[in-house]
């Protein structure tokens, strides 16, 4: 059985008047050793050394204490408790003594045990006693607790609703399977039932050193009763020790007679048998056979090797969610979507690239109507470098969707298309498309999609965009009117993977092919960007030229090579 080591319940957090220590060894080891005697009973005290027990003594304790005289026994005690050791009082051995008196079984537990102390000649202990945490004291004392230390403290409705949760271990009692099966669910609860499981947190076990301060010939009373030290102990092996170890502070003091000033001092220590250093390296050994197995069985179950996509390719893996759509005309609604793949690009023939989300209610959300799907899509996409230009740039996957409305009469109807380019960088993106539907002139068609349904669609998804299949040089979309409708919510979750991150990493070389571009994550998307915006100004200034008249052209050119000559 493992022992507590000096270093092994080290103080990580201090309180008022106490202290929390964290200990990986079993709390069964933990020993305090209790000292109590009656002090002076007048004016302000200051920290002295306790005087010299009477009777036996510590080794080396008389030569620490001086010449001081001896008290009565009565006066001075000295106890050694464990972790919920059960000490009884003068009140509780005059309490169970009577039979009758015994109402569960814990009375009845400690009423044999108090036989058997009288048999074997009495209790040692007369004024230190203890209360575990199965007994009544402790109950009453953690519902009387106070949350500020105020004197006119007045408790809250929140405090006065939780006085009676407790954080307590449950005793773990066998139950047969037969009522095991039959309490899967309670359905009539107790407010008992409740307050004790409405609450999550972590179990704590409660102990209290007790001291009976009265006067010699009346121990045995409540009212002379005081809380010397309280132990607290969860699952997580965090002690909390209130109040905290004396070491070099001086003893504890409690006055319990104003008019007498009576005073009674008490000292606190660790009193846990310390490990010897061949127990300590043969622990050590044990923890590191254990932490290996266990790294085994870890490795065992993710495996030696990681997986690596093959050289000249990239992985592309998206976790993707539709979070919401706003704006849209009618209510029901729900959103169709596909991944288009350009060139070089492909997925596993078990991937799915296309889905449909649930049809969702509305809500109204300040001046618009919103729809939450918070669908969720996964796909995994692979880029394979091939024979390519130095002026090209790999073409990103795009997600195609569209919103439709479905009513109570089975009726649906488009509410808008869009498109997405799937995000070049990794990381999180949150992106918000706006969407468009096609509309026809005059008033039929509208009278048409509000009675019966229905509203002009597009043959070809991909309109939206310039379509793969296009192989002109224009694409010409005059007399095609549109309508600009809601907006779609996506969240998108982007990883990538290829050697070439790794291998550029470890050489520390700058990245030349279009693979190794990829990596430069924002530097490729902004360059994407701004390609595609010269291309836009370069085609909008030639279709400007193309307008003016060729004498103006001729003429302006004219003027230009005039200015440039000496």
Known sequence: MARRRPRAMAAVLSVAGGAVYRSRDPVRNLRLRVRLWRGASSGPFLPQAPPPLAGRALPGLADRAGTGARRPPEEEEEAEVGWQEKLFSQFEVDLYQNESACQTPLDRQYWEEILKLEKAGGRKNCRIFTYTDHDRFTNLEERCQKVTDSEHEVPSYLAERMANVRRRRQDCRPIEASSLKSKIITWEPSDEFIRNNHVINTPVQTMYIMGDLGPYGKLGRREYEHVLCTIKVDDNGVITVKPDFTGTKGAYQIEVDEEKREVWKYTIENASVQMQPEEEEREQRVFRDLYGRYKEYLNGLVGSEFEMTLPGTLRLFVNGEIVSAQGYEYDNLYVHFFVELPNQWSSAAFQQLSGVTQTCATKALGWENVAYFSYPFTLEMFFTQGAESEESLPQWPVLYFEVLSLDFWQRYRVEGYGSLVLPASPGVHNL??????????????????????????????????????????????????????????????????????????????????????????????SVYSVLEAFQRARRRMQEARESLPQDLISTSASAVHQSQEP
């Open 432 to 525: 918000t498309i706006p969407t468009w539907r096609p509309v026809e002139l005059g008033t039929v068609a509208e009278l048409r999609r509000f009675f019966i349904g229905g509203s002009p669609e597009l043959e070809d998804i991909t309109y939206v965009r310039t379509p793969s299949t296009f192989k002109g040089e224009r694409l010409s979309r005059f007399g095609f009117r549109t309508e600009t409708t809601g907006s779609v919510t996506f969240r998108l979750y982007c990883l990538q993977q290829s050697k070439a991150f790794l291998e550029a990493s470890a050489k520390r070389q700058r990245m030349q092919s279009v693979l190794d571009q990829l990596g430069g994550f924002s530097q490729q998307s």
